[in-house]
């Protein structure tokens, strides 16, 4: 059972934080099931996405700016909003689904600016050629996009994909074959699917019952919408037995509850030798808000790939140091390189028993709405309501009527 006491909390609030989420269009030329955001093709202009930009800068302290969508790939003016990122200093991360990303345009991100890249690979999304494919199949895909990042060279490659109850049993497997590719693969995420809970909740803005069928997150799955981080754990712990996360962000509401878990591990392509502890995560995210001003956000390959550096942190860090033991007891593996690898778990909005939201506190994915800082995987409610809304079990009022 995971106790958010041995972790380190991540110290990321609504003005300081390591990460900002920009939407500069809702065009996408991928269909997701689990997607949050509806599929409309229009664009922001480029003064309005600077407008966002500036901001994020004028209101949070960030270290990178996710650029999403949509799928941002599809925005005309892409580059012009890489370069600007890179100009006002921070770190600009594409979150795409790859599809329309080739070398050619790869060097001419690169040039802009571009510091890396989250890839969303899932099988609910019906990609062409790959739409029978299942999560393991799909490994074949984020190697041919990892092996095109590190061949462009000096680019940060992560994976995301969303995680059904039908498909989270593949994640031991995934993690093995980003294990394999440790070399090239800096970051795997998961994010736990949510949706609409339409049997036991109604939702609310201000006094009036609000028409959800306008969502595009109140279709009909019969999936699960509450797996939490801990499952996912224990799933993994049948492949990597001493899996351990380090740090986490816990819910507005519940605590307890871990809305961002962060692991980080050592190996080399063959083994993993062991996991990044607490301490060491607070270190590096203090130095580098000490020494930057900012907390650290995403790493390049040049320094995850030298992990025997981190080993140093073994002296203020107890699992740091049974890594440094594992490692050095063949005495061969001074000749081999030592990589860093993070692996993420995210759990969305929560709804508890008595209808509150359990929220992610001190969240990354903060984006614009109206000139206001908002939840980006809720702003669907803000543009169809201006509002987040309510939820409150079914039949609350009713009783209370009654």
């Known amino acids: ?35 949050y955001r509806k599929n409309e093709a229009k664009h922001k202009s ?29 925005h005309p003016e892409i580059l012009e909003i890489i370069k600007y990122i890179k100009d006002t200093g921070s770190k600009p991360i594409l979150n795409t689904n ?17 510091y890396g890249f989250t890839i969303h690979i899932d099988s609910k999304q019906g990609r062409p050629g790959w739409k029978d494919a299942d999560e393991i199949k799909l490994n074949e895909l984020r190697y041919q996009y990892a092996r095109m990042l590190a061949d462009e060279g000096g680019l940060s490659c992560s994976f995301n994909s969303t995680v059904y109850e039908d498909t989270m049993h593949h994640i031991p497997e995934m993690l093995e074959w980003a294990h394999k590719n440790i070399d090239i693969v800096q970051l795997m995420v998961f994010i736990l699917y949510r949706a609409e809970k339409k ?21 009909e799955y019969e999936e699960r919408t509450d797996i939490k981080a801990p499952e996912i754990i224990d799933l993994i712990r049948t492949k990597y037995a001493d899996f351990e996360p380090c740090a986490y962000l816990n819910g ?42 900012r907390y650290l956000a995403y790493s390049p390959p040049k320094m995850t790939g030298k992990g025997r550096s981190m080993l140093l942190l073994g002296v203020f860090d107890k699992k740091l140091r049974k890594t440094f033991v594992n490692f050095i007891k063949n005495p061969f593996n001074i000749f081999s390189k030592l990589y860093y690898q993070s692996v993420m778990i995210i759990q969305p909005v929560d709804i508890m028993e008595d209808g509150r939201q359990n929220m992610c506190d001190g969240c990354p994915d903060m984006t614009v709405w109206n000139g206001k800082l908002v939840w980006s995987c809720r702003m669907e409610e803000q543009e169809n309501f201006g509002y987040n809304l309510q939820s409150y079990p079914k039949g609350h009022f009713k009783d209370k009527n009654n």
């Open 1 to 35: 059972m995971l106790n958010h006491l041995d972790y380190y909390r991540l110290p990321w609030s609504l003005t300081d934080n390591s990460i900002s989420w920009l939407e500069p269009t809702a065009k996408c030329n991928l269909s997701c099931d689990g997607c």
């Open 46 to 74: 480029l003064e309005e996405v600077k407008a966002e930009i500036d901001l994020f800068n004028k209101v949070r302290k960030v270290d990178a700016i996710s650029i999403a969508g949509g799928d941002p790939l599809l």
């Open 98 to 114: 790859g599809l329309a990303l080739t070398k050619e345009l790869l060097k001419e991100l690169k040039k802009a600016g571009v």
């Open 199 to 219: 049997g036991e909740f109604e939702y609310f803005c201000g006094p009036e019952k609000a028409p959800m069928a306008e969502l595009v997150y109140n279709e």
């Open 252 to 293: 507005s509401t519940d605590p307890e509850s871990f809305k961002w878990l962060l692991s980080g591990r050592l190996g080399t392509k063959k083994k993993i030798f062991g996991y990044q502890g607490a301490k060491a995560m607070e270190l590096v995210q203090t130095f580098h808000h000490l020494f930057n001003g």
